[in-house]
């Protein structure tokens, strides 16, 4: 059973910095990809960044060069560092991974507050 445990959100004033981290267990095969997305409310869940296990990235135009992903292939962790928060941020953050499925964390409450 593969589970997402996501940590790091919290609240924090526009122009903050978070980092999330995301840790993946249980799985005996690879992780091709793991990720961040965000849903605010009533608004649909949004990419916000990816890296696959060969370390390429891509990210959402709106967090180029604010946010960074990276990831430990040996603990099966990602990061997400999140820099010059905006209150347009304020989300619940999915951890993804793909494995042989899509596979969901909780979600962790990131707020911005202006």
């Known amino acids: 059973q593969v589970q997402l445990v996501e940590s790091g959100g919290g609240l924090v004033q526009a122009g903050g910095s978070l980092r999330l981290s995301c840790a993946a267990s249980?799985?005996?095969?690879?992780?091709?990809?793991m990720g961040w997305y965000r849903q605010a409310p009533g608004k649909q869940r949004e990419l916000v960044a990816r890296?696959?296990?060969?370390?390429?990235?891509n990210y959402a135009d709106s967090v180029k060069g604010r946010f960074t992903i990276s990831g430990d292939n040996a603990k099966n962790t990602v990061y997400l560092q999140m820099n010059s928060l905006k209150p347009e941020d304020t989300a619940v953050y999915y951890c993804?991974?793909?494995?042989?499925?899509?596979?969901w964390g909780q979600g962790t409450q990131v707020t911005v507050s202006s």
């Open positions: 993804n991974a793909v494995i042989l499925d899509n596979y």
């Open positions: 249980g799985s005996r095969f690879i992780i091709n990809a």
């Open positions: 890296i696959t296990s060969s370390g390429r990235t």
